[in-house]
């Protein structure tokens, strides 16, 4: 299992990035996919997932802000982050569960992360 992330960088609040996390070893619709963030001296929380099946699930601080879609064609999972809030700063990881549903116990691959930056 191989996990490539890419597409982080420095914006303006109220902007927009979309990373993307290309997957190898396993399609990615055959996984839990999730997207995580940690914040400086903060611990590392799930933001966004997709299960094998497709459904969706949010943390509450990014609900209708950001999308979690992926491509099998391409074997890659996004994360679109629109309307960004300074406190979206933080170094983003692409993972891999070991289940097909995210709403049971997964076990996580994990990607090398993509540092996101929001200024005010």
């Known amino acids: 299992v191989q996990l490539v992330e890419s597409g982080g960088g420095s914006v303006q609040a109220g902007g927009s990035l979309r990373l993307s996390c290309l997957a190898s070893g396993f399609p990615v619709t055959s996984r839990c996919m999730g997207w995580f963030r940690q914040a400086p001296g903060k611990e590392r929380d799930g933001t966004a997932f997709?299960?094998?099946?497709?459904?969706?699930t949010y943390a509450n601080s990014v609900k209708g802000r950001f999308t979690v879609s992926r491509d099998s064609t391409k074997n890659t999972l996004y994360l679109q982050m629109d309307s960004l809030k300074p406190e979206d700063t933080a170094i983003y990881y692409c993972?891999?569960?070991?289940?097909?549903?995210?709403?049971?116990?997964?076990?996580?691959?994990w990607g090398q992360g993509t540092q996101v930056t929001v200024s005010s």
């Open positions: 997709i299960a094998s099946a497709g459904k969706t």
């Open positions: 993972a891999a569960g070991s289940a097909d549903r995210c709403s049971v116990y997964n076990t996580w691959d």
